[in-house]
Every structure is written in structure tokens, then in C-alpha cells.
């Protein structure tokens, strides 16, 4: 692995010679202090100190909701408008970890075409980050990364540390010679051991993720899910917003015009009622809290029991989002025995009194 | 073969026709849906309108007088499947907002006095369902003309409709919306029926609730979610009665536990 140095002038001009070749996607502020990754036209709109956007970076693998393909009585055309040459900039260690764990959903057993196309057509540009009071990645060791980009940009004071991480993303600093300087002095390492120190020490957020299937397992009956399923809207906000999960739903949409159908796919998520209803209209989880349960089996037990880490990459979105305080954080604390003031513990002795 | 066209009726007992209208604004596919099916009745749209039998009879507006008991049953009576379309054919409309039968009758006489209706007999507004069966739910306020569209074809090929137990939540997420209950807003998504594309939040408004109640809302948690965030047990309780029709009925017995 290679490391240059590009001095943060010359990070612009970097990205409009490749975003020649591609649609340039990076973090855009929406709303206040919120931000959603966007096509870019004007690179002002760039805005590199964010945490984290409302939705994670699958939004561009998957859209929320695509066709698949037309079926006709010939056959079926298959539909891949979604996918396009897209450079994906400024994407936290956190996300790319949510990457690598999609691609094993999606692609180690079965590929998913609709997946595997949008994701080969992607360079993934990485940049570094710092944390704030939801960010939990130290805790599940997402907050470094190794693997899964062709460029990472670590932010210094007036450069950039540019990490390497496959033959495209060595192309891609071929595009313009000699704004990449090969040699970084021992102040650019000093600085650099110093930011990543200081970085260490700026989470607040330290859960033992590793202890969690024991406790899933041993607070399974815990009168805790029912106080969640109490508080819990139900509004699937959580899973839509989490960087791995995965599950869609698949809708036919008949043409009024000519004997086809358009066969879409949305997300879906297990939180809502909807999820487990079968045909015949029996639901396995009519209840929130055992739709609950099923989430957090899979994000703190399941898969950590399988891959030795969880299905979490302490990206915060679910305690950014979700109204009545039910997060990984929460959950994880709660499942430790701490007690926390949460909604849903407020809302247990308000109906209780 | 072909099977003949199916025989469609469109009708509409208390309401604002807005669903009536919705259709009748699918410009681009009117001539598509009056070729594919055969409409029998449509009031809005024509005059030769024919009462027999049906396939499928489509029901705007909800029963507040005696005459919409009658054609409700009449409609039944001829139609192989009835389908309720809209808010207030499904949950009762703003109009079928107060549940109580006693307050029902007070407020009749706060805003018509002693007058006698001659030419019909108004009940308390409800829902289609509250006096025929109903096999199918097409939610909104009006009705959406996407969802129309695939209900429509749907049923031209034999499918049944999709049905739309999401809250508005989950649309408002696809487009990336920033959660307005989560700001202290008060935002009735959660508890509403999702298919509208979360219009309103999506223009930074709160949702009011016009696609009528989802499936399994969770009423109490956001009443005590609403309480907290500072707003008055009142106004909270009129906004989640607003579009629920008697569904609020239910809920207000849960709170007064």
C-alpha cells in the first residue's frame, strides 16, 4: 500500500478531473447540521466536516426504490437505470466497514446484479473523520480502515495523507501528475500520530460489543423488550437509516397501456408490522417488541456469533434518528444493566403510574 | 379468450368528491381505463349512467344520512367486489371525527338547531365498512393517482390491490427527510398511512394525518412522546382526531386508562 500527500488546494482540481469521467457524489449539509451524500455540480456545496448523512452510502447501490425489470408475456427486461459511473467522496471509515458487510449479503453466496453492477461501477474515495456524542465505531472497530477503498484521504492541517487502496485508485492519481507528492516529511508523520491520538481519545461512547451475544442470550425473556415495544413508533426509521441493513421488498406494478409489469424493489424492514405477514395474512411478529428483538438479534448477536463482530458500524444513524431513544447505544447500555434516561424508560413509568 | 370488460361503477355518498376528481384528473390514462373496463356509473364524469349489476363498485365519501344507508346497500347488493376509496369511505372523513354518540348529537344541533331534514334523515357520519362488508381499502386524502392507477390494473388482470400498511415514516426516509417529530415538531407520520411520498415533509410541513390511521400506529407512545415535547393534551388529541375518524375511539379509551 502506497501513502502520497496532496496539499488540500489542490483537492478540487483533483476532483474535477475525475469527475470528468464520472458523477461525483459527496456529503452535501441539507438541513441544519444534517447532510445526505448528492450528485455534485458546484464543489462549494462539498461540506467535509460533517459526521454523518441521514442516509447511509447503499442508498447508491440500492436506491430506496428501483425497478428490476419489465415482464412481458416474451419474457423480462432487465432494468439497471440506476446504475452510473459514480465517484463516492468523502465516505467515513464507519461507512465503508457498511459497505464490505453489504457485499457479503449481497455477493459471497448469491450475487445480486443490481448490486454488484452499481458497486463495481463505484470508486469509493474515503476521508477521515472525527467523532461526536453518537458515534460509536471505536467501540466496533470500524473506525480505522483497511480495506474496501481505492483512495482514503486523512485530513492534516494543510494536506492530505492519501492512502492507496487498489490499481484504481493508483489510475486515478495518474490523472494528474505532480499534484501528488510522494514525499511526506517526519513533521507530516508527527502531525499525524498526533491527530490520530487526539481522535482516540475524543469518543465517548464505549460498549463492549463482544459481551452482547452472551447478553442477548441471557436477557432474552427480559421485561426490557416489552418496555421498548411500548415506546417503539414503529416507523422502520431505523432500519432504512442503518448502513447494513438489507431487506427489500419486491412490488409488481402492472401497465394499464400493455400486458407488462414493471417489477420494482423497495427497502424494507423488519421493524414494521408489515414485514412478517405471510399469505393468508398470519404476521410471526405482529408485536414491536419481538420485531425489536429480531433487529437487535441480528445486529449484536447473530452476526457476531457468525463473523466475530457485529452487524453495527457505530455510525450513530440510528441515535440520530430514531424519536424515542431506541439505538444500539441505548439498547447495548440497557443490555449491560446501566440505567439510562430514555423516552421509552420515561414512557414505562408514565403508563405504569 | 377474452373475458368481457369488467363492469366498474364509481359512486359517491358523503365527501368532498375529491376522489371522484382524482380520477377523473388521470388525463393521461382516461382513455386507457374507459377502454379496459366497461364504467357503468360515474356521475362525475357522465350522464347515461346505468344501476345494474357490477364486478366491481368503487365507494368515495362516507354514511352520514338515511339515502347513503340505501345506495350503500343497494351498491352491495349489486356489486361482486366493493372497494371503500378514501379517507372518509374508510375511517369515516373529518366529518366522522367525533364518536360519541351523545356529543354526535349536540354538535348536530349546535350547527343546524331544531331543524327537521325532510328529504333524508342525517346519522352520525361512520364509515362504509360499519354497515356492508368491504373487500378492499384504497387509503388517502384524496386517493393517490399512482396507487389508483396499479389498484385499477391490478384488478383488470385478477390481482388483488397492493395494500399500504407503512406509516408515512417510511417514505419520508427514502426521500432523506430530516425527522420533524425528532425536532420537536408535531408530526403525525408514525401514525399514518404511508403512500402520499411524504409530500408534505418532504416540503418541510408536518403531517397532519389525511391518509387516515396504519395498521398498528403506536397512539400512546406518541401521545406521551407529544406530551413531553411540551404540547397541550388538546391540541394533541384534536390533530390525532383530525383524519381517524372512529379509529380515534379506540384510542381515547386506551388514554383515559
Not at chain 1, 419486491?250 to 408489515?274: F, H, M, Q
Not at chain 1, 455510525?315 to 440497557?334: E, F
Amino acid at each position: 500500500m502506497k501513502i502520497v500527500k496532496l496539499k488540500k488546494e489542490n483537492l478540487f482540481p483533483f476532483l474535477e478531473s475525475l469527475s470528468k469521467e464520472a458523477d461525483l457524489w459527496a456529503p452535501v449539509q441539507k438541513y441544519e447540521n444534517k447532510h445526505s451524500f448528492q450528485l455534485i455540480k458546484d464543489f462549494s456545496q462539498i461540506d467535509l466536516k460533517y459526521t454523518r448523512t441521514i442516509l447511509p452510502p447503499k442508498k447508491l447501490f440500492l436506491p430506496p426504490t428501483f425497478n428490476m425489470f419489465l415482464a412481458t408475456e416474451q419474457g423480462y427486461e432487465e432494468d439497471f437505470s440506476h446504475v452510473t459511473k459514480k465517484i463516492l467522496f468523502g465516505i467515513h471509515p464507519c461507512d465503508i466497514h457498511g459497505l464490505l458487510i453489504l457485499d457479503r449479503f449481497f455477493q459471497h453466496v448469491f450475487d445480486d446484479p443490481y448490486y454488484s453492477k452499481a458497486r463495481q461501477n463505484t470508486l469509493i474515495l474515503g476521508h477521515s473523520c472525527w467523532p461526536d456524542e453518537n458515534c460509536m465505531c471505536k467501540s466496533t472497530n470500524t473506525h480505522i480502515i483497511e480495506e474496501g477503498y481505492d483512495l482514503f484521504f486523512s485530513e492534516l492541517e494543510t494536506a492530505y495523507l492519501v492512502w492507496i487502496g487498489s490499481s484504481e485508485g493508483d489510475d486515478c492519481i495518474r490523472i494528474k501528475p505532480g499534484i501528488f507528492d510522494e514525499d511526506i516529511t517526519d513533521e507530516d508523520i508527527q502531525i499525524y500520530i498526533k491527530w490520530h491520538n487526539e481522535r482516540d481519545k475524543a469518543f465517548q461512547v464505549d460498549i463492549n460489543f463482544i459481551a452482547m451475544p452472551d447478553l442477548m442470550e441471557l436477557k432474552y425473556e427480559n421485561p426490557l423488550w416489552e418496555k421498548l415495544g411500548d415506546a417503539c413508533l414503529a416507523c422502520g426509521s431505523c432500519s432504512n437509516v442503518c448502513p447494513t441493513c438489507n431487506c427489500y421488498n419486491v412490488l409488481d406494478k402492472p401497465l394499464l397501456n400493455k400486458y407488462a409489469s414493471e417489477i420494482g424493489r423497495c427497502w424494507d424492514a423488519c421493524t414494521l408490522e408489515s414485514y412478517s405477514e405471510v399469505a393468508g395474512g398470519e404476521n410471526f411478529r405482529e408485536k414491536r417488541a419481538q420485531r425489536l428483538k429480531l433487529w437487535y438479534t441480528h445486529k449484536l448477536q447473530a452476526y457476531i456469533s457468525k463473523y466475530g463482530k457485529p452487524a453495527c458500524v457505530g455510525c450513530g444513524r440510528c441515535a440520530s434518528t430514531c424519536p424515542v431513544d431506541i439505538n444500539v447505544q441505548t439498547v447495548a447500555k440497557a443490555l449491560e444493566g446501566k440505567d439510562m434516561d430514555t423516552f421509552w424508560n420515561r414512557l414505562s413509568k408514565e403508563v405504569t403510574k | 379468450m377474452k373475458k368481457d370488460k369488467l363492469k366498474i361503477g364509481i359512486y359517491e355518498l358523503t365527501g368532498c368528491a375529491g376522489c371522484a376528481l382524482l380520477i377523473l384528473d388521470c388525463e393521461n390514462e382516461l382513455v386507457d381505463i374507459f377502454q379496459a373496463a366497461d364504467i357503468q356509473s360515474f356521475l362525475m364524469a357522465k350522464s347515461d349512467n346505468i344501476d345494474g349489476e357490477l364486478d366491481i363498485a368503487l365507494v368515495e365519501g362516507s354514511v352520514s344520512t338515511e339515502k347513503d344507508i340505501e345506495e350503500l346497500m343497494d351498491i352491495r347488493k349489486r356489486a361482486e367486489i366493493v372497494v371503500a376509496i378514501g379517507l372518509c369511505s374508510m375511517v369515516g372523513g373529518i366529518q366522522g371525527r367525533f364518536c360519541d354518540e351523545k356529543e354526535w348529537k349536540e354538535n348536530f344541533k349546535k350547527v343546524y338547531g331544531d331543524i327537521e331534514m325532510t328529504h333524508t334523515k342525517p346519522v352520525q357520519s361512520k364509515p362504509i365498512d360499519a354497515y356492508i362488508k368491504v373487500d378492499y381499502y384504497l387509503p388517502g386524502c384524496p386517493i393517490g393517482k399512482e396507487q389508483f392507477l396499479n389498484f385499477f390494473t391490478r384488478m383488470l388482470r385478477g390481482n388483488p390491490p397492493e395494500r399500504y400498511p407503512q406509516p408515512v415514516c417510511v417514505e419520508c426516509k427514502y426521500n432523506e427527510n430530516d425527522c420533524l417529530l425528532k425536532k420537536g415538531i408535531l408530526c403525525l407520520g408514525p401514525l399514518t398511512s404511508g403512500g402520499c411520498g411524504a409530500i408534505c415533509i418532504n416540503h418541510n410541513l408536518p403531517c397532519v394525518g389525511c391518509w387516515g390511521p396504519v395498521e398498528g400506529g403506536n397512539w400512546i407512545s406518541e401521545y406521551y412522546l407529544l406530551k413531553e415535547k411540551g404540547f397541550d393534551d388538546e391540541l394533541i388529541k384534536n390533530k390525532m382526531a383530525n383524519f381517524s375518524g372512529t379509529k380515534i375511539a379506540e384510542v381515547s379509551e386506551q388514554l383515559r386508562k
